[in-house]
């Protein structure tokens, strides 16, 4: 991946629609935990996510085919692709699901509300984006949210090894995001962004289906019912084939920074729908955690694009 990539897409104006398109697909993302949470208490994670992104695959494919032509990758696009479909497919939905299993959904949405604040560290460590004070304090305050929801409100727990597989596996999948957002940003230099969602979904896909067939959990359905199903359903459609396409979309127009900020509403959404529909109760620690997160990634994402409008006014005045 090229070392500098440029800034002054951080500072681009997007219309209302993309806007409209991120607080959808934060609100979709958020219903997503729910429907994980139901999916996997019938079946096993690994084939509930062989059969999400088939689902999603094959309207992204016909999708692509319609609006674009069929594919045609080079090497290098594919090898894209590929890290695309590992990261944030792959990797991603086995840390996603599995922790699903063992943390409640609305806890573990709080987790990946770390998500932006952590790509904007990235961005800066690899990157060389902007770093501001303001910014960086941001980044602290919402790492410092993010152990408070992992430790039920007990930070001791961190060192004292208490913090279990369930939490750590959600904090991986902020990491994973983190590394699709910039591989994507990436793709986006020759690919659109349906079919990069496409590429990825199929290349996920493919390991997906592997290691549930390695398992011998694909086919292990006849106890799923009719929630389970459409739980599937749900994140294979809603969930990955039209959010992940948005998403992309916005990374291409305002940057992987300012988009990454809606990731804030997730777990506000997680939240309420596992309380109204799965009857969750979080600590009070827990939230109080999810909130300085929350301020802290809105901290850092308002100094970023403060950063990003100077740097640009800067190069275009120079």
């Known amino acids: 991946m090229a070392a500098s990539l440029p800034a002054v897409s951080e500072a681009a104006v997007a219309s209302p629609a993309t806007y409209a398109k991120l607080l959808a697909t ?14 996997v208490s019938e079946a096993s994670p690994l084939a509930v996510a062989s059969w999400r992104f088939l ?6 494919g ?73 910014k960086a304090g941001g980044i602290a305050l919402a790492a410092f949210g993010c152990v408070l929801v992992v430790t039920n ?16 596996l959600i904090v991986g999948c902020a990491a994973l995001w983190a590394i699709y957002t910039f591989v994507g940003r990436r793709g986006t230099r020759s690919l659109s962004p349906l079919a990069m969602t496409f590429g990825a979904s199929v290349t996920g896909w493919l390991m997906l289906t592997l290691a549930a067939l390695l398992q011998g959990s ?15 359903v749900f994140l294979g459609l ?58 802290g990634v809105f901290i850092t994402n308002r100094a970023g694009a403060r950063l990003a409008a100077a740097t640009y006014r800067k190069e275009n005045t120079a």
């Open 26 to 39: 934060a609100l979709l993302w958020g219903a997503t935990w729910i429907a994980a949470r139901v999916a």
């Open 55 to 60: 689902l999603a695959a094959l309207v992204l």
């Open 62 to 134: 016909t999708l692509l085919v319609v609006r674009e032509g069929w594919p045609r990758w080079s090497l290098d696009e594919w090898l894209t692709l590929a890290a695309l479909g590992a990261s944030g497919i792959f990797f991603y939905n086995v840390c996603f699901l599995y922790g699903m299993t063992m943390i409640q959904a609305g806890r573990g949405a709080l987790v990946v509300a770390l998500t932006p604040a952590l790509i904007a560290a990235s961005d800066w460590l690899l990157f060389n984006a902007p770093m501001s004070p303001g």
């Open 153 to 168: 409100g007990d930070p001791y727990r961190l060192f004292a090894g208490e913090v279990g597989l369930g939490e750590w």
């Open 218 to 232: 694909l086919f292990a359905m006849a106890t799923t019912t009719w929630r389970g199903w459409s739980a599937i």
């Open 238 to 295: 809603f969930g990955t084939a039209l959010a992940f396409t948005w998403y992309a979309e916005a990374v291409q127009r305002i940057g992987a920074t300012r988009s990454a900020a809606f990731i804030n509403l997730v777990p506000v959404s997680a939240v309420l729908l596992g309380a109204v529909v799965l009857g969750e109760r979080l600590d009070v620690a827990v939230l109080a955690g999810g909130a300085l997160v929350i301020t």
